[in-house]
């Protein structure tokens, strides 16, 4: 009998103990099956998470990010225990001590669903398994996945430490509203650091990883404060808060940015602009994209806040004042249904979520607005973020719009969205009305650069960024008329001609392919044999063409493929008056390099690029301090700064042209519309039929340029013209830029001697000589000027011209066209024995 007891319990045990050896080696098998093939766990000891880059003003300030996952990548040292406690409750309160996966809440899990007859399947998975699966696996719900999580999970569990396992953990999880990681959740729930938030924040977002949809901080408040309070509650439990604490945190209301309780982090930032975007631009090209939007890079801007809210409002200011000039409303491009209209909840959410420029500061904020209401005499809007009172009633009346042709009615429908401002009374700053704004059709760009390093101080890429993102300063190739002849006179002068070289200014004909092609000046008169300055300064086209033909095509190419102006230029005598197609930002660039004395620079916008760990990995200044470590460095002395840039031109030549330039502005084309404190040179640029129109200016230190015309070329009209279109925006800007940074006189290059001259003459004159018609000219040593020698380009001059007098200045008057429009033209013009046509 007690044999056969013995002997059925041995059976029993060897049953036993062969199924648990059978199961241990299923369970063997399977993890030797999965285990083969799994993705290497030791590459995360060097894992780099997609992090924000970030631009920096100069004065350190943040200025714009760009990222594809909004992540700021926090070192496990860094973030508080407060945090790391509230997530390890809600996740995995066992953390610190399994080695990898928990097999009590697995086996849990398992009990759950089989009870639940798989109505209740809840995770049972760690952080480390979380990681695993993150980093490393698909997020699939199979067997087959949990199974190589749980193998990793115990791989990297003997690699890494528990703490650089949370550290993944926490910068690398989704945290919803395009958050990833708790820095930047904290910034967007509560635009706060992770060291400011209360237990109830931290226990809000721990609450975020079992699904961040489900628990919307305002579609699911009432859901996602039962989250938190349970989260809460188990940091209770755990230990991590006393009593006290954790009765009075679950008290607190569920609060975030989302709700309304804090300002957004972005609305720190200012808005994107022109500037930020063309570095994303540039180092996207440079870095490639994926490095640019996830490498975690510091890049420190050349902007100059101040400088560039001058140049937007200048820019503006000036596409504003010809817009409004038009007198022409056109019609509204965005409109709000007018179903809506009668429900102001429904039309002011309309307009709240409509795409249009918001970005407008121009003599006050312009609001986005929708058309309520047209009478005769006044009609009521609607103003986004803008409640009415009683001192502001949103009307606009029929005298705000006396500036355009039409009425209310014929301009106006309900439902319409437009741009409106606050007129306020300049002398006791009250408000007067609301009044009608419209984004200007015609788009300019403006671009300030410092001179002896190319570091670009401000750019405006059109009116308004959020109106359109294209960079006029930067993409758009235009034609730069006769702000392109400094660099034939460039070639003059390097080739032998001197300021006081006599060339002839008078009709052309030349035969092309396309026909007889009669350029012509834009006064309809000539000045005979002139010296070289007066081409540059009342900008004669006719004296320009000859001179490009005496010095040749391929030699003025060759200086404007030098300066940068152009990679490959066409060498026609057409190109000598501009009309081949460059961008602003080169011309800027290449008129720094007129101002500086003829150095090289190379254009940017970054002064450093910086990458995660803090690495310089770009510098834009590669000039040496050779002596800033000494201190032994007198207080009265700065440390040198020594250049080892190659030259664009000769020094000599760089400053003849400067001089040349200041006569533009001192008596030239761009005399009524810039004056400064300080010396300025600079050149004006209108093209055929003032489709573009052109200023660029410098001063000893600032080098800076405007361009304006239609993004669809066509004529600005017969009043456009570089200088009274583009010269009161630089005058502006500069106006600014010259109390902040100063200026001096230009700097005379050794190597050559002043003569007195006659301006209109070319003659020589004593060294006694004074008066208007005198003027000192920079020659160079060694080299005896020619005087009286006349260059005709190998064009014949007529003998009855109607020739400009000496002393005598261009006439424009203004005459009334046929439509009743105003317009400036030049006298009336005797061609002698040619006849003219074709304005550049």
Known sequence: MLRGILTFFGTIFSVLTLGIMVI?????????????????????????PPTISRIYSGEGRIIDEFAQERRLFTPAEDIPDLLKQAFISAEDKNFYSHGGYDARGIAAAIFDAVRTRGRDVRGASTITQQVMKNFLLSGDRKIARKIKEIILATRIEDTLSKDDILELYMNEIFLGQNSYGVAAAAQSY????????????????ASMPKAPSDYHPVREKTRLKARRDFVLREMFENGYLDQEVYLAEVEQPLRSVQNGDFEPYAKSLPPRDYFT???????????????FFSGGLSVRATIDPEMQVEAADALQ????KYDRGLGRWRKADKKIPTEVLGDEPAWRAALANLDIARDIDLDGHWYPAVVLDVGDQRMRIGIDGVAETETEPQVVPRKDIAWM?????????PGDVVHVRRMMDDESDTFIRWTLRQVPEAQGGFVAMDVNTGRVLAMQGGFSYQDSVFNRATQAQRQPGSSFKPFVYAAALDSGYSPATIVIDAPI??????????????????YGPTPLRTGIEQSRNLMTIRLAQEVGMDTVAAYAESFGVYDNMGQYLANALGSDETTLYKMVAAYAMFANGGERVRPSLVDRVQDRYGKTVYRQDQRDCVDCSDPAIPDARGPRIVSDRKRAIDAITAYQLTSMMRGVVDRGTAARHVNLPVPVAGKTGTTNDALDVWFIGFTSNIVAGCYIGFDQPRSLGRSAYGGTMCGPVFQQFMTKAVEKYGGGEFRVPPGGHF????????APLPPDANGDFVVAEYFRDGEDPIFGYIFDGGFAMGSDLDLFSAGETEQIREVTTSTGSTAQVGDKASFGELSSGGLY
């Open 277 to 291: 975007d063309e570095i994303r631009r540039q180092l996207s090209e440079d870095f490639g994209e994926g490095e």
């Open 24 to 48: 241990a080696l299923s369970i063997g098998a399977v993890f030797h099956v999965y285990g083969r093939d799994l993705p290497s766990h030791e590459s995360l000891a060097n894992y780099t």
């Open 755 to 762: 003569i007195k001259i006659d301006r209109y003459s070319g």
């Open 509 to 526: 004909e030349i035969d092309t392919p396309q026909g007889l092609w009669r350029p012509r000046n834009s006064s309809n008169k000539f």
């Open 190 to 205: 509560f635009n706060k650091t992770l060291t400011e938030l209360a237990p109830h924040e931290a226990a809000f977002l």
């Open 405 to 413: 042709s039409g009425d209310f009615k014929s301009n106006f429908e």
């Open 317 to 320: 200011r000036q596409l504003e």
